[in-house]
């Protein structure tokens, strides 16, 4: 079976210092992957998502970037964290693509940057 | 209208009570709907996918309305341990490879004892 793990599951940083979230997943292969945000009290908001090795796509401008070293392996950067950055932290899978995709969630890191 | 759109709550009902939530949505061309859970402080998991007119299991119905561009989620019985907030998702667009979805920002659900 299909497992995703995410760490740290939570971190407290200042502003201004450097990020590396790491999402893998386990039971596929060639996964589409994703990063989203959520900040308290409203929706999750899609940073990145990645169809494979090297393959990353933005949806919003930011101070934050992703990579994808293999296959497994999704990670969110950043070089100078800001405020607003804080928030719970969500990466996800799916492996069908097209419209009927369904995406599955890790455990999430929660980070609050003061 | 925003691409998803659901009503905030809270929806506080009693232990046994039928609730619905309604979402309705944007993009006329959506093929595939789903309606995820999450609990406070956790991830969205997968509660039911609706790709034609409905989707039932057990207590949780799912109905989807084409013409009105709406879904609705129908909880019978509801159990203390259906507390969440029930969020509504619609894929971004149509046949996409990358299968972005759009999430709703959720309608949360206390029941009560």
């Known amino acids: 079976s299909q497992t995703i793990h995410q760490w740290p599951a939570t971190l407290v940083q200042p502003v201004g210092s450097p990020l590396s979230l790491e999402c893998t997943v386990e039971?596929?292969?060639?996964?589409?992957l994703y990063w989203y945000r959520q900040a308290a009290g409203r929706g999750l908001q899609l940073l990145f998502y990645?169809?494979?090795?090297?393959?990353i796509s933005s949806e919003v401008p930011q101070n934050l970037s992703a990579s994808r070293p293999q296959d497994w392996q999704f990670i969110l950067s950043s070089k100078k964290l800001l405020l607003s950055d804080s928030g719970f932290y969500l990466c996800?899978?799916?492996?069908?693509?097209?419209?009927?995709?369904?995406?599955?969630f890790g455990p999430g890191t929660r980070l609050t940057v003061l | 209208r925003k691409e998803v759109e659901q009503d905030p709550g809270p929806f506080n009902v009693p232990e046994g009570a039928t609730v619905a939530f309604n979402c309705t949505y944007s993009?006329?061309?959506?093929?595939?709907f789903f309606w995820y859970r999450q609990d406070c402080r956790k991830e969205p998991k997968l509660l039911m996918s609706?790709?034609?007119s409905g989707n039932e299991d057990g207590r949780f119905t799912a109905q989807l309305n084409r013409a009105s561009q709406y879904i609705s989620l129908l909880i019978r019985d509801s159990k203390l341990s259906d507390s969440a907030t029930y969020l509504c998702?619609?894929?971004?667009?149509?046949?996409?490879?990358?299968?972005?979805?759009?999430f709703g920002k959720g309608t949360k659900l206390s029941v009560k004892p």
């Open positions: 996800a899978w799916s492996s069908l693509g097209g419209f009927r995709d369904t995406q599955y």
């Open positions: 039971g596929t292969s060639n996964p589409n």
């Open positions: 990645s169809v494979g090795i090297g393959q």
């Open positions: 993009n006329s061309a959506s093929q595939s």
């Open positions: 609706v790709y034609s």
């Open positions: 998702v619609v894929p971004g667009y149509y046949g996409g490879s990358q299968g972005n979805l759009i």
